[in-house]
């Protein structure tokens, strides 16, 4: 044997032992990556491999052989990440994309409620309609939903106490807010005239917001109907020619009713606001409003603390709402809107300074504000 060839004998037995255990540390990997498909891990293990890499070093003899030592190791976690890939593969695990959140709103196709999610939300989005507020809650509460879109101030009626007090219930938060122009027509079947009308059906807040043009109409009967849109729908299912619903231009269309009197509202600049409720705080990084709710202590100036700290603060408060404590008599819990330069930043000293005080203080949203 010559020099070179025994070189090369001594090559080929120490690969041989390298090969298998190249073999042992892939089987070894394969295990890892059942491991990682069970509990939901990446394959790459950024922080892992960084161990691996310092081991190998500290394991040298020769500090000469650093630079290579890592790169040889940096190609073997290469390698092994490739076998894991294909081992996920044979598994039937695929990279999962990310499922786009289902979004849950109050009516049927038509609703106002609906309008407001095709503005927050992607024309596309999974969406879910439920017969009550309440039922928006519970679906957001058991993960049915992701988000719920809630009816909670209209421009020219004020307050839906409903959604304010199931927000306190449910504990949940506002993401964002939109606002959606409300113009109620009177709608009817294609044949039905003016004088045909003898009971409209509509949800209160549609009777609240035609007050004055059904003053014109004594001898109408007004008969409540659980929403807008679900209005509309009776009168085209019925098919009577009595009947009338006071619902949105949308809700007309996907019913095939006709406007009999269009923007029937008093108030022409109608809005309703809208929040998108989630059940976790999503501050927003450009937010310039928050909303907070408190309790304070029967106590005189105890509203006049909390104001006072917003007040130094220089920030402006946009709406002020109290609803009945649950449970306790004449105790109040109190929910504030207030418009803020810095967001999150320049809200969470003053919740922790009413902390202070004593007063239990919940930021609710951090979002962007919307103009109607
Ligand atoms: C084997 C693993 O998966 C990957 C491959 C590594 C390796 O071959 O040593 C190390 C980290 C991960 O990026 C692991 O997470 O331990």
């Known amino acids: 044997m010559t020099e070179l060839e025994q070189y090369r004998a001594k090559i080929d037995e120490l690969d041989r032992q390298m090969t298998a255990l190249f073999e042992q540390r892939m089987d070894v990997c394969k295990r890892v990556v059942q491991y990682k498909a069970q509990n939901g891990m990446e394959i790459l293990q950024a922080g892992r491999e960084d161990v691996v890499l310092q081991k190998a070093r500290n394991n040298l003899k020769d ?11 940096r190609q073997m976690m290469k390698i092994s990440r490739g076998i894991q890939a294909r081992e996920m593969e044979r598994m ?4 999962e994309e990310p499922k786009p959140a289902v979004v849950g709103f109050q009516g049927v196709a038509g609703s106002f409620s609906e309008e407001a999610l095709l503005m927050a939300f992607a024309p596309d989005q999974p969406r879910r309609n439920y017969p009550s507020f309440e039922e928006v ?23 839906i106490n409903a959604v304010y007090d199931l927000l306190m219930k449910y504990d949940f938060y506002i993401a964002q807010e939109v606002f959606v122009p409300v113009a109620q027509h009177l709608l009817a079947l294609p044949a039905a005239s003016m004088e045909d009308i003898r009971e409209v059906y509509s949800h209160e807040q549609g009777f609240e917001q035609s007050r004055a043009f059904l003053a014109q109409h004594p001898d109408w009967k007004q008969i409540p ?6 209005s509309a729908q009776m009168v085209s299912q019925a098919g009577d020619v009595h009947k009338a619903a006071i619902a949105s231009g949308r809700a007309a269309e996907l019913y095939g009713l006709k406007i009999l009197r269009p923007t029937i509202n008093t108030e022409k600049h109608n809005y309703t606001r809208f929040i998108i409720v989630a059940k976790a705080l999503q501050p927003q990084a450009d937010a310039n409003k928050i909303s907070m709710v408190f309790t304070l202590p029967n106590e005189p100036g105890a509203l006049y603390g909390v104001l006072k700290e917003f007040a130094k603060g220089d920030i402006n408060m946009l709406k002020l709402e109290s609803r009945p404590a649950p449970g306790k008599t004449w105790e109040y819990v109190f929910y504030a809107d207030f418009e803020v330069a810095h967001g999150l930043s320049q809200a969470q000293p003053i919740v922790q300074a009413l902390w202070g005080q004593g007063v239990a203080a919940k930021l609710i949203g951090a979002y962007k504000k919307q103009n109607q």
């Not at 809650?137 to 307050?159: H, M, R, W």
């Open 63 to 73: 500090q000469d052989y650093g630079e290579d030592i890592e790169e040889f190791y």
């Open 225 to 230: 109907y659980h929403n807008t849109a679900i």
């Open 137 to 159: 809650f519970v679906a957001l509460k058991s993960g049915e939903i992701d988000y719920g879109v809630l009816p909670i101030e209209n421009s020219s009626t004020g307050s």
């Open 92 to 95: 039937g695990v695929s990279k």
